[in-house]
């Protein structure tokens, strides 16, 4: 939603140890234009726990999916910031072959 993933790290190794853990922020100001609606359904997402985690059929009627209380905002960050996530994995992905 805001142009890059939940998780980063500079190793696989870390990278796997941080999503493992279920450690995540909403940084700003990359996050500030994203209703809480949405970042409560991101939250209920990356619930490490299996059994904690949301389902199908919760996911498909929580709010924000739902689109009731979604508010119809543009976010003109997200484009600039999906591009910049895509320059930067081609780089790592290269990076990494040699």
Known sequence: MCGFPPFYADTNKELFDIIKSGTFEFPSPYWDDISDLAKDLISKLLIVEPTKRMDCEQILNHAWILGEKTPRKILPKVTEKIREF?????FRVTDLMN
């Open 86 to 90: 895509h320059a930067k994995r081609k």
